[in-house]
């Protein structure tokens, strides 16, 4: 089946089998090797990606249901080689040590940010708590959500 | 890696053009809505469907929550977290607010949808419990036309219901009656899994006394999910804890759960009871104007 995905802003058509899975469309196909891909069983978020806009598991949405819809990935967040706010926030705090839930914790991070620019500590970890990480217990991972809530907020304030 | 089976794959424009779709892949097609409990089940190929018939594309005609009369309607695209999130139906009903909080994750909230979670019909789904708590009504659309069946009725065994091969759930309506709380009370092992056990309650208090009760379990293999004999007890009754906890005791005692690694069956008996219990106390605790008891 022909399908056309808009991935970062840019049209993707190809030829798929209806069964293959939006995570590896987007790895095998596409090479955006960003997502990752962990548990198969909709459970640990690795696999998190936006479609239109919202935070899925890429794991358990075929990549036909995708068709004529835009996803975006971790690949897509900076933006004119300056990187989002979420990603500063990761890298400033120590928000991750092997890095393998992080493209989904941002995805999720900025779609959290995108509808309540402040958010307290119980809505982030509430916003996450479908996505697991082995390495930080988290700390560190709602202390970076929190620093680009309050960079964003001091950006406006500048403007 | 797990791989579903091959399938035909197929987008409904419309619900017309979906019974169509039905009936032209005949019953080993299947609808796919959030696709969070089909899609797990064919990686597994515990399910191994011909043909998928997507109605994700139907959120203009299946999408809508809205009050109609004296029902609130919710279409079967509802996603959990449109309903989580939806104000007129969670300030109604406060039981939808407390069960979308804790069913799956906020991520799998996003896709999974109402009519999917009825329609799997799984022995542990939260919303079955909710529904039948309820006392909710299904409309279901086939080629003749649409026909209403109590949620009480709808689920005939695990994973069976009421829908045909050749029909589609479209609705859920919940009768809206003044004086009415409600509540769910869920114990799971961790953020984001299914229940050990789980109690909804709706009551309606009138002139003091409890003129109506809704009593919905799940996990632990209630019939229908709901409890009639634990109802039955708190009619007429003035609302009160050693009302409630005798309720629970009933509502226990009526129920088959079995062991499984989310546990025992007499710890999950012993759930049945408390988590009716408490249910039933929040549930009287928002009844609109009620005096806290
Ligand atoms: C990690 C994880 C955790 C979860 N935890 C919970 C939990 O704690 N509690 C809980 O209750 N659920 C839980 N779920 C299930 C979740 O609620 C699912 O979203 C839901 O069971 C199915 O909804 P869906 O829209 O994804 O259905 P789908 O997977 O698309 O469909 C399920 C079944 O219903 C049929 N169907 C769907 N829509 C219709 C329709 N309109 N008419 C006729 N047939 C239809 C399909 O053909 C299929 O047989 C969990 C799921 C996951 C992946
Ligand atoms: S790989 Fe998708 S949730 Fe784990
Ligand atoms: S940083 Fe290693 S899993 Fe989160």
Redesign the interface.
Known sequence: ?RITVTVNGQPYTREV???L?LVHFLRDELGLTGTHWGC????C?VC?VQLDG????SC???A??A?GREVTTVEGLERDGELDAVQKGFVECHGLQCGFCTPGMLL?ARWLLDRNPDPDEGQIR??I???LCRCTGYENIVRSIRWAADASHSQEARQ | MQVPAKFEYERADSVPHALQLLERYGPEARIVAGGHSLIPMMKLRLAQPEALIDINGLASELGRIAVEGDELAIGALVRHAELLDDVTATDLFPIFRDAERVIADPIVRHRGTVGGSLCQGDPSEDLSAVFAALRATAVIQGPGGTRTVPVRQFHQGPYETAVEPNELLIQLRVPITPGTGSAYEKVERRVGDWPVAAAGAVITVSDGVIAQAGIGLTAVGAEHFCAPEAEQHLIGRAPGEEVFAEAGRIAAEHCEPHSDQRGPADYKRHLAAELTRRALARANRNVPGSATV
């Open positions: 089946m089998e209806p069964r899975l198969d069983t909709s459970n978020g998190t919202v935070p899925v598991k358990t949405v075929l036909v249901m068709d999720t509430e916003a708590s479908g996505q």
